[in-house]
T-cell receptor, first 112, second 113 residues
Framework: ELKVEQNPLFLSMQEGKNYTIYCNYS?????LYWYRQDPGKSLESLFV?????AVKQEGRLMASLDTKARLSTLHITAAVHDLSATYFC????????????FGTGTSLTVIP | NAGVTQTPKFQVLKTGQSMTLQCAQD?????MYWYRQDPGMGLRLIYY???????DKGEVPNGYNVSRLNKREFSLRLESAAPSQTSVYFC????????????FGAGTRLSVL
């Protein structure tokens, strides 16, 4: 069974601090996606990582992919309140048709 | 730019009732998806359609049926709703599977009493 695991599931951090969210997956995949979901809202795409070693950055968020370790990280630098949301990773394995598999999500709360 | 449009936004059903959730996209995407989101479980794929005329089961298809009416529209039907189907349902679409992202609708909040 294909699994996509995120940790931590819940994260409370102070403004200005740094932290990393981890996404591990159990199958071969060189496509990894990060999404953001605000409470009561839909999902918004943040990053698409399409190869081993890929790194993408947008503002205070930076995502990376290590396909050999089957690991992606989402690093938050100097957190601000506006980053409070739930973050999901998803994989798109080549051998499973056209499916996406989502992680359980990390609920981030940034405290002033 | 409508993107992915889902209707209705909210629905309350009684156990045993049926209903159809509608989804339409105006981005000329080939693939469309239905997910359900439950607390602590992320998004789970119910059904997907890789192209017009095809549908496939996802992780949790039991109790649901789908129809890919045309390239734009992909509907999800609950024939006999059960309380376990209380959830938030999201429709998504993407152009193809070569690294393209999925675009999501606003969601349908369904309660089955």
């Amino acid at each position: 069974e294909l699994k996509v695991e995120q940790n931590p599931l819940f994260l409370s951090m102070q403004e200005g601090k740094n932290y990393t969210i981890y996404c591990n997956y159990s199958t071969t995949s060189d496509r990894l996606y990060w999404y953001r979901q605000d409470p009561g809202k839909s999902l918004e795409s943040l990053f698409v990582l399409l190869s081993n070693g890929a790194v993408k950055q947008e503002g205070r968020l930076m995502a990376s992919l290590d396909t050999k370790a089957r690991l992606s990280t989402l690093h938050i630098t100097a957190a601000v309140h506006d980053l409070s949301a739930t973050y999901f990773c998803a994989v798109d394995p080549r051998n499973t048709g056209n499916q996406f598999y989502f992680g359980t999500g990390t609920s981030l709360t940034v405290i002033p | 730019n409508a993107g992915v449009t889902q209707t209705p936004k909210f629905q309350v059903l009684k156990t045993g009732q049926s209903m159809t959730l509608q989804c339409a996209q105006d981005m000329n995407h080939n693939s469309m998806y239905w997910y359900r989101q439950d607390p602590g479980m992320g998004l789970r794929l119910i059904y997907y359609s890789a192209s017009e005329g095809t549908t496939d089961k996802g992780e949790v298809p039991n109790g649901y049926n789908v129809s890919r009416l045309n390239k734009r529209e992909f509907s999800l039907r609950l024939e006999s709703a059960a309380p376990s189907q209380t959830s938030v349902y999201f429709c998504a679409s993407r152009l193809d599977r070569a690294g393209n992202i999925q675009y999501f609708g606003a969601g349908t909040r369904l309660s089955v009493l």
